[in-house]
C-alpha cells in the first residue's frame, strides 16, 4: 500500500513526538510530572535553539542564559508591573534577546573557537552585573510573579502546554534553517569559514544571523521559565549552569541536525533527575558529570549519530529524508 506521506519523511515523527507529549496531560496531572516535563521541555528547546549557532556554524556560546534572563525579566516586569500576559510578553522577550545578541554578535562574531566561547560567557555576567545594578528593578528584592490559575494543577498544565509550544516552535525554526540555503551556508562556516568566504558566502551576515535567531528562541523559552518560578532574581535567570547544560546537551546528542540536542535534552534531563531522587545531590551531580564525559571522551560525535549509523546498517533511518521519486 502506497501511503500519502511515507514513515521515512522527518515530518511523520516529529508529527508524532509532537502529539506524544501533547497528550502527557491528558493521562496525568500529577504535579512533579508536570514539573520534570516543563524544565525537559525548557532544556529541549534551548538545546535545539542553542545549536543553530553553536553546532550549524560551530560557534559555541557559553553565554546562552543571558537570553534566559532577558526573557524572564522582560515577563517578570511586564507581568508584575503591568498585568501583561506572558503569552505577549514572552514574544517580546524573544524580540530584546535577538537585539541585544546583534549587538554582541557585531562585537565578537569576529572571534573563533575557545576565544568566542569565552567573550561569550563574560558578556553574559556583564548583562547579569547590569540586570543587578539597574535600580528600577529592586534585583535583590526579585519581583513575584501570579500564577497561570488559581489552581496549582492547572497552572502546571498551562506551563506545560505553553513550553511544549515553545518547544514545538524552536523545532519548526531549527529544521527550517536546517534544510534552507542558509543552514547550508552555517554548515560551510563549520567546514572551513574562509573557504566558504572565498566561495562568496556572507559568513559575518548568516553568523549574526543564526546568533539571533538563537538567542531570541531562548529568549521565548526565558519568558515562560520565569513564569513557572514565579520569583524572579537574577541569579537563577542568569545561570551559568543553564549555559553549561545546553552545551553539553548538545555535544551529548549531537550536533548535525536539531535532533542530537533536543534527544540530548531529554536523556541527560531523565538521569539528572533519577540520581537526584536516588542519591544525594552532590554525588548525583558528580556522578552525572562523570557519565557526560565518558560520552563525550568516547562518541565525541554524539548519541544520534551513532544510532543513524546502526540503523543505515538496517537500511532504516527514521531521521533521514525521503528520496525523491524519480520522474517517469
Do not use: C
Request: zero cysteines; proline letters at 5%.
Amino acid at each position: 500500500m502506497n501511503w500519502p506521506i511515507s514513515t521515512r519523511d522527518p515530518r511523520v515523527w516529529v508529527g508524532g513526538l509532537i502529539l506524544a507529549m501533547a497528550l502527557v496531560p491528558v493521562f496525568t496531572v500529577n504535579n512533579y510530572l508536570l514539573s520534570f516535563g516543563f524544565l525537559t521541555l525548557m532544556y529541549a528547546s534551548l538545546s535545539v535553539g542553542w545549536n543553530i549557532i553553536g553546532g550549524y556554524a560551530e560557534y559555541q556560546s557559553f553565554g546562552h542564559a543571558a537570553f534566559v534572563g532577558l526573557g524572564g525579566y522582560t515577563t517578570a516586569v511586564l507581568l508584575s508591573w503591568q498585568g501583561w500576559s506572558p503569552l505577549i510578553t514572552a514574544v517580546l522577550g524573544a524580540v530584546i534577546a535577538g537585539v541585544v545578541a546583534i549587538i554582541i554578535g557585531v562585537l565578537v562574531l569576529r572571534l573563533q573557537g575557545a576565544y568566542f566561547s569565552v567573550v561569550t560567557l563574560l558578556a553574559a555576567l556583564i548583562l547579569l552585573l547590569v540586570i543587578k545594578l539597574l535600580p528600577v528593578l529592586e534585583a535583590t528584592a526579585g519581583i513575584f510573579l501570579s500564577a497561570p490559575a488559581e489552581s496549582v494543577t492547572l497552572s502546571s498544565v498551562i506551563l506545560y502546554y505553553a513550553m511544549l509550544g515553545v518547544v514545538t516552535v524552536t523545532i519548526l525554526v531549527a529544521r527550517w534553517i536546517e534544510r534552507s540555503r542558509y543552514g547550508i551556508g552555517l554548515f560551510a562556516i563549520r567546514e572551513d569559514e574562509e573557504v566558504a568566504s572565498v566561495q562568496g558566502i556572507d559568513t559575518t551576515y548568516l553568523k549574526i544571523f543564526a546568533f539571533t535567531i538563537s538567542a531570541g528562541l531562548a529568549g521565548l523559552a526565558g519568558g515562560f521559565y520565569s513564569w513557572y518560578i514565579g520569583y524572579v532574581v537574577p541569579e537563577p535567570m542568569f545561570s551559568l549552569n543553564i549555559s553549561i547544560l545546553v552545551v553539553l546537551m548538545s555535544l551529548v546528542g549531537g550536533t548535525d541536525t536539531w535532533v542530537g540536542p533536543f534527544v540530548g535534552a531529554l536523556l541527560i534531563r531523565t538521569l539528572q533527575e533519577v540520581l537526584t531522587l536516588l542519591i544525594s545531590g552532590p554525588v548525583a551531580n558528580t556522578i552525572l558529570g562523570l557519565v557526560l564525559i565518558g560520552v563525550i571522551l568516547y562518541l565525541p560525535s554524539g548519541i544520534v549519530p551513532l544510532i543513524r549509523s546502526r540503523l543505515k546498517q538496517s537500511s532504516f533511518d527514521p531521521f533521514s529524508e525521503p528520496e525523491p521519486k524519480e520522474a517517469n
